[in-house]
């Protein structure tokens, strides 16, 4: 007789068995580098010229998670299109860059999925946050719609000692949105209450940390 239960438990061991993870310091480090500059360098680049992938928040997360785990030699700078490529680290040891969903582990996951299967929760406020760190948030007057920011910290790109938060709008009305990039104070200070990282914001959901990076 077939067991759903136990056939759900098997396949959730698998899943976490296979979910990929950075056992060296070393290789975490070099991950938030790459993830936090291949994000931020993606402001600078027209849109005509962007990846067609990077459509909305969830999108540029899923670009900038692939891209840091890939060889960056003078191939990948010139399908990228990149300003310029800073000399950070290679990840050395990686399963492969996959999410892990409900049903197992794909190339895709949305911002929902980034957050409940991938991410670990560190708190409800931006002072907990670390370079790299996500946001995630649920419009409590729109249920179903999320959203997520990346906490860049200092800039890679043009350091001037602010730190930042970077996000991609996804589309507005017509228009295809835009990425976005704030300094934190005027994040904390957004004109529209919903957008602030703040306890007692319901909108807010927290501050996430890639699973991949907690060890």
Excluded at 10 to 17: K, P
Excluded at 188 to 209: D, E, S, T
């Amino acid at each position: 007789m077939y067991d759903s239960g136990i056939a759900h438990y098997w396949i959730a061991l698998f899943i976490f068995l296979m979910a990929p993870r950075l056992e060296d310091p070393a290789d975490r480090s070099a991950f938030l580098l790459w993830f936090r500059y291949l994000a931020e360098a993606q402001y600078y680049v027209e849109p005509e010229r962007r990846p067609r992938e990077i459509q909305d928040c969830a999108s540029l997360l899923r670009y900038a998670y692939r891209e840091a785990f890939l060889k960056h030699d003078a191939a990948w700078i010139e399908r990228n299109r990149l300003p310029g490529v800073p000399a950070l680290p290679a990840i050395r040891t990686m399963s492969g860059p996959l999410f892990v969903t409900p049903e197992g582990l794909r190339h895709f996951a949305d911002a929902k999925t980034l957050m409940r299967e991938n991410c670990v929760r560190v708190g409800d406020r931006l002072e907990r946050a670390r370079p790299g760190d996500l946001l995630f948030y649920e419009q409590v007057d729109q249920p179903g719609n999320w959203h997520v920011m990346i906490f860049l910290g200092p800039s890679q790109v043009e350091p001037d000692g602010e730190r930042y938060v970077l996000y991609h709008t996804g589309p507005v009305g017509k228009r295809a949105g835009e990425i976005r990039k704030l300094r934190v104070s005027e994040l904390i200070g957004h004109p529209q209450p919903r957008w602030r990282p703040v306890p007692g914001n319901g909108a807010f959901k927290g501050v996430f940390r890639w699973k991949i990076v907690e060890g």
